[in-house]
T-cell receptor
Framework: KAGVTQTPRYLIKTRGQQVTLSCSPI?????VSWYQQTPGQGLQFLFE???????NKGNFPGRFSGRQFSNSRSEMNVSTLELGDSALYLC???????????????FGQGTRLTVV | LAKTTQPISMDSYEGQEVNITCSHN???????ITWYQQFPSQGPRFIIQ???TKVTNEVASLFIPADRKSSTLSLPRVSLSDTAVYYC?????????FGTGTRLLVSP
């Protein structure tokens, strides 16, 4: 079974531009979540989508947005890029939860975004 | 904002048991605790998850005391390939907070 695929792997953008990152979840997974990882702030949760609806959201400005398509693929968009947006952006998908137990997240390799 | 803290780094030798503790004082009643392992240039990988007391799987054990304000990941008999960064995660309703990460270095 293929893992979580993120594209592109690397990206360089200029301040003020916008960027769209893509994530294809594991087949059968309907939950997709996004994270930002930086040396200074560590791993931070951006948002989660389930069945095309945003189910949970972290504490990031409105410049960060996302969406999920009917095939569960997801995109995240960052507008008006700032130097501080340089980070590794990780996507994870999760299988359907059973009972009250949280399910594990399967992460992709990430997209490394550099803003210059 | 919930704070989830871990030691920055730990050193060990092959064959030893390693215990990494995570402090999560603001954990809520319905929050779960999960631990992930991350190698350079890769996304985190699930290790173990628990709610209270002790959970064990084929690679690790997770100890959670009664007050649930901390948790300890135990790796038995580590090998060189266990050198990685380990993150705890506290997850609940409208909350998902990663720990600061612990860099484990296993030496021969």
């Amino acid at each position: 079974k293929a893992g979580v695929t993120q594209t592109p792997r690397y990206l360089i953008k200029t301040r003020g531009q916008q960027v769209t990152l893509s994530c294809s979840p594991i087949s059968g997974h309907r939950s997709v979540s996004w994270y930002q990882q930086t040396p200074g702030q560590g791993l931070q949760f951006l948002f989660e989508y389930f069945s095309e609806t945003q189910r949970n959201k972290g504490n990031f400005p409105g410049r960060f947005s996302g969406r999920q398509f009917s095939n569960s693929r997801s995109e995240m968009n960052v507008s008006t890029l700032e130097l501080g947006d340089s980070a590794l952006y990780l996507c994870a998908s999760s299988p359907p939860a059973t009972g009250q137990v949280n399910t594990e997240a399967f992460f992709g390799q990430g997209t490394r975004l550099t803003v210059v | 904002l919930a704070k989830t803290t871990q030691p920055i780094s730990m050193d060990s030798y092959e064959g030893q048991e390693v215990n990494i503790t995570c402090s999560h004082n603001n954990i809520a009643t319905n929050d779960y605790i999960t631990w992930y392992q991350q190698f350079p240039s890769q996304g985190p990988r699930f290790i173990i998850q628990g709610y209270k007391t002790k959970v064990t799987n084929e690679v690790a054990s997770l100890f959670i005391p009664a007050d649930r304000k901390s948790s300890t990941l135990s790796l038995p008999r580590v090998s060189l390939s266990d050198t990685a960064v380990y993150y705890c995660l506290v997850e609940g309703f409208q909350k998902l907070v990663f720990g600061t990460g612990t860099r484990l270095l296993v030496s021969p």
